[in-house]
Each structure stands twice: as C-alpha cells, then as structure tokens.
C-alpha cells in the first residue's frame, strides 16, 4: 500500500535536498554517493529512499528548484514598468543575494546541471540560454534609451554573471567583509561601467 | 646511460604539455589518462615516458608556466612607473588576452591546480594568494591617490578575475564576438565602474 504524503514527509525531503546540495558543492556531483548523504543527514542509507528515489532526482529538485526562482524573479522585473538600468540593477542584485544567502544550490545548479540526464539536460540548457537572452535583451533597451554604453548585450551578461560567481571565492575566504557590502561592492564595479 | 636532451627533445616536451593542456581542459586532470594523451599527441602511451615522467609533472609543469608567465608580468608592472589605473588596466588587459591567446594552460592552472601534491600545492597556493595581494595593492594605490573609487580592494581583484575567466564561455559559444571587442567590452564594464 502506498504512503500518504503528510507535510513532515515533504519538509523531510527538503533537508534532504538543502544536505544534497551542500555535499554536491563539497564533493562535486559526481563523487559524492548516498552514503555520503546519509552520514550528512543523520540516517541509515536506506531509509533516504523513503523520501527520494536517486541521486538524480536530487540533483534535479535542486537545479530546477533554482531556475524556477531565478525565472519568477526574471517575469516580475520584465513586467515592473521599471526603467531599464533599474531592472538590470534589480537582476544584479538578485544574483547577488541568491549567491549570498541560497549558495550552495545557485552553485550546484551552476557548475553540475551537465549531469542531468536527458530530457531534463536540454529542457534546462535551453531554459539557462533563454534566460540569459532575457538578461541581454533588457540591456540592449538600456541601450536603446540611451542609458547604458554601447557595449555586446550578451557578452555584458556573460561577465556579470561570472563576476557575481566569484562570491564562491567569499564564501571560502577567512578575512571577509559582510555580505552587504560586498553586495555594494559589486554594484559600484558592475553597474557604473555599464551607465553612459 | 641516460641520454643527452636535444633541442628536438625539448620541443617534443612542448608538444606533450600543449595537448595535456587540451585534455585536462576537456576532461578534468583526475579523469583524464597517459592513453587519452598518447591518442591526442599521436604516439604509443609507452614513448610518452622518453619526455616526462608523469601526468602529475604535466599538471605542475602547466601550472607553474602560468604562474611564472604572471609573476614576470605584475613584476614589469609594478616597476613601470606608471600611474595606478594604468598599471591596474595592464594587468587586466593581460588576464583577458591570456584566457584568450593561452587558453587551456591558464583554465587548467586555475582550476585543476588543487590536485597538485605537496610541497608543490602549497607552494602554488603562496604563489596565488601573493599575486592576488599584489594585484589588491595596486587598487589600494589608486583608491589612495583618488583615482579609484572606495572599495575593497581584495573583492575588487576577486570579482574582476571571476569575470575575466567567463572568457572560458566565449570560448564555448558558437555566435561569437572577436577578441578584441570582447577586451574592450570587459575594460568597459570593468574599469569604468572603478573610475572615480
């Protein structure tokens, strides 16, 4: 007979993948086994299986959990009426923060989505490509107004976001500033280069 | 009786370090094999072994020319006389065409440079930690004279050499901009933002 799902069994799955995600960013994906995840969660291998059917499916939850809010945030700044400097200001600092303060999943969906099986690997590349065309096309009507100077949309976007991955770097290092100011940090570096 | 080593055999050697450069890119230096090297360079595994001892000397080997290729560098820099943007420009300008013109060596000696074996990891890790301290001092000389706006400079280097090695998605990308366009893009959004 199969189980009920109650809400402890669904906010048990969800240390499941928040502990999945901190071993995948420890050990990479790939490396890391169900042992491995049992000993971070406090269980016996086995019972993990209650909850979840494979390390696939964890890798799944994560990086689609990740674009779902990175695609809510990108619909809300498309339709807030916002000039375009203050949407892509929006966008920047967003990243910032989901690098802040959801870390290691924004990580593992990053860096180890190429280990997602087919049909979930196209569906997300094409999700990340269309994402990121979104990205580009707000500069470009920065452009267009005027606001922004005349640089490539898509290699602007393609540096941004690599910059805002060098949080990864923070998080590591001992002597660190606050969160806040690196946030503020970055904003003045990326976003008063891009204003005409 | 050990042989004498030959001009010939010393560009050999280059062959050998070039392609290892290309596989490690491809496939990461624990996955990849002296028999995916010997298929890359075109020779038999075993003859591999008349030019180096080792696929950890080929990583120590990559990793420590491109370290050495940017010691030499900041060291010119810092001596120039130049005024700090500038010097901080030059450093920059040299990252990018680096990722752009020794590709695989510079990902390689950025990345897989944690699977190198002590004494020679903890030697490269004082190395980078050095250079990244000479490289923050050079903001700090310029946020002292005014040139540079107030920020941390240690999050400064961090941030601008993150988005420098988003050069490694260009080189992914099938529609792409040129070399060139893409460092005058980058010193836009970089340096600009810097400027007071």
Redesign the interface.
Known sequence: MARIRTAKDVSRKEVIIKAAAKLFHEKGYKAASMRDLAVKVGVEAASLYNHIRSKAELLHDICFDVANIFNAHINDVETSGKPPLEKFETLLRFHIRQMLENFEEVYVSDREWRYLADPYLSNFQNQRRNYRKRFAAIIEQGIESGVI?K??AS??V?????????I???HRSTHK?SGE??EE??M???????KK
């Open positions: 100077n640089i490539d290699t602007a393609l540096i941004v976001l690599h910059a805002v991955s060098g990864e770097s923070w500033i100011i690196l940090n970055m003045t570096i990326l976003i008063d280069g891009l």
